[in-house]
């Protein structure tokens, strides 16, 4: 892969997180590939994973913090829909298979991330209410 020079810092990743969908991705941007030069027809869309994009700032500081922040919040997340699924093994275990695919593939229009745990969200407060009317019915 060929690169284009460009100087990692706090800008590079704020530009990053305000990509919009496309059919080449805010990294695609940064590296100069003859291949997909040559022939326009070729489509390639690149998916850096949350270490590659949260280090666009340049900072280990901040990609430790973030990274730790990250972990945190969503291993009380796991940990939460497991108590709410009372104690569905592969329910819990699905969420976190999806939200470490949506990590893994986190440098393509990241700010929509949040349409995935909104998705998870809603489907939890709809088992909980299930859950609590099944329970209030059968008593």
Same mark, same amino acid.
């Given at each position: 892969?060929?690169?284009?020079?460009?100087?990692? =810092?706090? *800008?590079? +990743?704020?530009?990053?997180?305000?990509?919009?969908?496309?059919? *080449?991705?805010?990294? %695609?941007?940064?590296? =100069?590939?003859?291949?997909? =030069?040559?022939?326009?027809?070729?489509?390639?869309?690149?998916?850096?994973?949350?270490? *590659?994009? +949260?280090?666009?700032?340049?900072? +280990?500081?901040?990609?430790?913090?973030?990274?730790?922040?990250?972990?945190?919040?969503?291993?009380?997340?796991?940990?939460?829909?497991? @108590?709410?699924?009372?104690?569905?093994?592969?329910?819990?275990? +699905?969420?976190?298979?999806?939200?470490?695919?949506?990590?893994?593939?986190?440098?393509?229009?990241? *700010? %929509?991330?949040? @349409?995935?745990?909104?998705?998870?969200?809603?489907?939890?407060?709809?088992?909980?209410?299930?859950?609590?009317?099944?329970?209030?019915?059968?008593?």
């Amino acid at each position: 892969m060929h690169l284009v020079s460009f100087e990692k =810092n706090n *800008a590079l +990743l704020l530009n990053a997180l305000k990509e919009k969908p496309s059919d *080449a991705s805010f990294f %695609d941007s940064l590296k =100069n590939n003859p291949r997909l =030069n040559s022939n326009p027809s070729l489509t390639n869309i690149s998916l850096p994973g949350i270490i *590659a994009f +949260l280090y666009y700032s340049g900072s +280990l500081s901040i990609l430790f913090f973030s990274l730790f922040v990250t972990i945190i919040f969503f291993s009380i997340f796991e940990k939460i829909v497991y @108590k709410i699924t009372k104690g569905n093994y592969i329910l819990s275990s +699905l969420f976190s298979q999806i939200i470490a695919y949506r990590l893994w593939h986190f440098g393509y229009v990241p *700010a %929509d991330s949040y @349409k995935l745990i909104v998705g998870i969200l809603l489907f939890l407060l709809i088992t909980f209410l299930i859950n609590k009317i099944l329970y209030y019915f059968n008593g």
